[in-house]
DNA sequence: TCCTTCTTTGAAACGCGTTCTACACCCCTA
DNA sequence: TAGGGGTGTAGAACGCGTTTCAAAGAAGGA
């Protein structure tokens, strides 16, 4: 059951620091950012309060924890129910698709792992920077055809403007001025954008 | 002297708000979002806490309100000195390029700033929004070349997708994870793959 | 078994955003 | 000239993120 630490990514063997991010998950799903009580993680999570600054450096560090914990599961769906687009261009808006659902299906929570992820401290920059490849290793897995060629540069180029406006657009959602479908499909017409309307396979 | 209310965009006809504004400037240039202390900003701006509050409301809704004000120093920076590019590609570029060294200048300032907008709450929504669409007419009419067509809606769609660019990259900046060259370097960048290596004038 | 070192704990304390309260002031109308 | 509503002020109070500290365990090594 103890897991492996997965490559470059939060080592989640550490029980003590499961417990806290679950808990944090359960608060802010009910109750979004401000419902996460630091006081109330450590008590929900049985540890002392010290102890979940022991782990992390800051609420913000914690919500932003939460990433790792998504960031497995959309792995392990992505493995069991590949995407289906027939060209590439397809398969990224649904992949997108999929990260949207996955972050908006408990807005509360979901707004609130985003809005720490916004907040630029600079202690979190690590963790993010971290994130970041992760997402990026998954999409690029993800969209990658059963016997397409390599990702070029070019795309990587692409995507990493996709993930701008992605995170743009999401934070744009936790304002309550965009709907989740709204984001989805503006990262699609900027998707479309890139690769011309064709889609190069 | 008293300012007519500028168009869509925050009135600062009011003595009060602008002194509050000017005092949180002052204090956010020299030690950034956590220098910006509610009772300092009072006290440096001669109002009591409740004044404060009854013009804004919250520090980060202060802090977004700022940026009306940088954006009245860019339409004139803008007017006076028109960018140069010979193509709309290359002023486009420009354009951001000024946007991000406006906001770069003064770092903690610009990180303060940026930091609140990226927060996200609801109750900044229809200030960011104003702001939003402002900057967008702004970058619409500084790129316009003297005998242009219009922008096509076209343009508009690319130009929100480097708006989204220009905003993560700055977040990247705040985090410390970018510098200003690179925000440019990567906006450049994006700018490059929607309008195709031409710029088509 | 005792000693050392590290972690965890419980609880108090601090700082600051935010709210609330009581009071003064100003302008307007009767 | 009196009264009243809206705005500003001073200052206290509240909530919560964050820090700090003394004491209690827990794990290893001589």
């Given at each position: 059951?103890?897991?492996?630490?997965?490559?470059?990514?939060?080592?989640?063997?550490?029980?003590?620091?499961?417990?806290?991010?679950?808990?944090?998950?359960?608060?802010?799903?009910?109750?979004?950012?401000?419902?996460?009580?630091?006081?109330?993680?450590?008590?929900?999570?049985?540890?002392?309060?010290?102890?979940?600054?022991?782990?992390?450096?800051?609420?913000?560090?914690?919500?932003?924890?939460?990433?790792?914990?998504?960031?497995?599961?959309?792995?392990?769906?992505?493995?069991?129910?590949?995407?289906?687009?027939?060209?590439?261009?397809?398969?990224?808006?649904?992949?997108?698709?999929?990260?949207?659902?996955?972050?908006?299906?408990?807005?509360?929570?979901?707004?609130?792992?985003?809005?720490?992820?916004?907040?630029?401290?600079?202690?979190?920059?690590?963790?993010?920077?971290?994130?970041?490849?992760?997402?990026?290793?998954?999409?690029?897995?993800?969209?990658?055809?059963?016997?397409?060629?390599?990702?070029?540069a070019l795309e990587l180029e692409r995507?990493?403007?996709?993930?701008?406006?992605?995170?743009?657009?999401?934070?744009?959602?936790?304002?309550?001025?965009?709907?989740?479908?709204?984001?989805?499909?503006?990262?699609?017409?900027?998707?479309?954008?890139?690769?011309?309307?064709?889609?190069?396979?």
């Open positions: 059951m103890t897991a492996v630490p997965l490559p470059g990514e939060l080592t989640l063997v550490d029980d003590r620091a499961r417990r806290i991010l679950d808990a944090a998950v359960r608060l802010a799903e009910t109750g979004g950012f401000s419902a996460v009580r630091l006081r109330d993680v450590a008590q929900a999570s049985g540890v002392a309060l010290g102890t979940v600054y022991k782990r992390f450096r800051s609420k913000e560090d914690l919500l932003v924890g939460v990433l790792s914990l998504e960031l497995v599961a959309l792995r392990e769906r992505f493995a069991s129910e590949p995407l289906q687009g027939a060209t590439r261009l397809e398969r990224l808006v649904q992949c997108f698709a999929a990260l949207t659902e996955t972050l908006c299906a408990r807005p509360h929570l979901g707004r609130a792992v985003i809005r720490s992820a916004a907040t630029g401290e600079n202690a979190l920059a690590e963790r993010l920077q971290r994130f970041h490849t992760a997402l990026m290793e998954l999409i690029v897995g993800a969209i990658r055809g059963r016997d397409d060629g390599p990702v070029s995507l990493a403007v996709l993930e701008d406006v992605w995170f743009s657009r999401l934070v744009g959602w936790t304002g309550g001025l965009l709907t989740p479908e709204m984001v989805v499909e503006q990262v699609a017409r900027a998707a479309r954008l890139l690769y011309g309307e064709d889609g190069d396979a």
